[in-house]
């Protein structure tokens, strides 16, 4: 029985994601379909990597930093480095979106007092003009 193949449609209704977005992945190998003419059809292999692929995006990671981490994968049959350098990595990302968080939440709070402290003065004015 061979392994169960994907269209482009398929892959694209499966991850939400754009034609556009397979080819590119694709033109930086990334992924790697299996070109029947001018289809392409993605393995389970294929699925796995695009899964990952979005993931890393949304937590930040560079396509490069991506592709090194997934480029790992064939080295060593328990995966252990590929494991290893990810987990590394996560932790590292995991502490520069923390700070961000933190930079967030403290200018968040700074715009809020602003905004009280502005909102108070224009009801002061507002109250010595004898407007609304």
Known sequence: MT????????????FDVTPRTLRFYEAKELIFPIRDGQKRLFTKRDRARLKL??????????????????DLYNRDEAHLEQMSR???AA????????QQRDELNEAIADLKEQMAWLGDTIADRRKANGTK
């Open 53 to 70: 692929i979005l993931r890393g995006k949304r937590f930040g990671f560079s396509l490069e930093e991506i592709r090194q981490l997934l």
């Open 3 to 14: 392994e169960r193949t994907m269209t482009i449609r398929e892959m694209c209704d499966a």
């Open 91 to 98: 932790q590292q990302r995991l502490a520069q979106m923390e």
């Open 86 to 88: 990810t987990y590394d």
